[in-house]
C-alpha cells in the first residue's frame, strides 16, 4: 500500500512565520525599552534627595539583544542606593550628622533603619503594563 500527499502553500507560510518573527521581536524589543525608561524615570522621582547623587547615578543601560533574548536593566550606580532601597543597621556609638542642630551627634541605640525601596516600588508600579504590552506582541492582529 502506498500513501502519497502533496503539500502546498509551504513557502508562503514560512515567509509569513519570517515576518511574523520579526515584527514579534521588533514589539518586544519596544515593550523592553518602554517598560526600562518607565521604571528609570519612576525611581528617579521616588528617590530621596540629598545631595542628588543617588537620583542622578538611576540609569538604563542598553538594551542587550540577541536570538531569542532581550535584556533590559535600571541600575542605581550610587555606592550607598543599597542601603537606602534595602535598610542598613546603625551601631550604638556610631557618629552621624545632625541636620537641625548642624553638629554630629552619636547615636544612642542600635537600631534598624527601613528601606524606601524606590526601585522595587518602581518597577512594581510598571510590571502589569509591561505584561500587557508582551502579551499584546505576541498576538498577531
Known amino acids: 500500500m502506498k500513501v502519497k500527499f502533496k503539500v502546498t502553500g509551504a513557502d508562503k507560510f514560512k515567509r509569513a512565520l519570517k515576518a511574523w518573527e520579526k515584527e514579534t521581536e521588533e514589539k518586544i524589543v519596544k515593550s523592553v525599552d518602554t ?3 518607565n521604571v528609570r524615570d519612576s525611581a528617579k522621582s521616588n528617590a530621596q534627595v540629598d545631595t542628588g547623587e543617588m537620583r542622578r547615578e538611576i540609569k538604563k543601560r542598553p538594551l542587550i539583544r540577541q536570538i531569542g533574548y532581550v535584556k533590559g536593566e ?3 550606580g550610587a555606592k550607598h542606593s ?3 532601597e534595602f535598610g542598613h543597621l546603625v551601631k550604638k556609638g556610631q557618629l552621624f550628622f545632625d541636620k537641625r542642630s548642624g553638629t554630629y551627634k552619636r547615636v544612642k541605640a542600635t ?3 527601613k528601606g524606601r525601596y524606590y526601585m522595587t ?3 512594581t508600579e510598571h510590571v502589569k503594563g509591561f505584561k500587557r504590552d508582551l502579551r499584546r506582541a505576541l498576538i498577531r492582529k
Do not use: G, I, L, M
Open 121 to 123: 516600588d518602581a518597577y
Open 35 to 37: 517598560f526600562t525608561t
Open 82 to 84: 543599597p542601603f537606602k
Open 111 to 113: 537600631k534598624w533603619v
Open 74 to 76: 535600571v541600575v542605581a
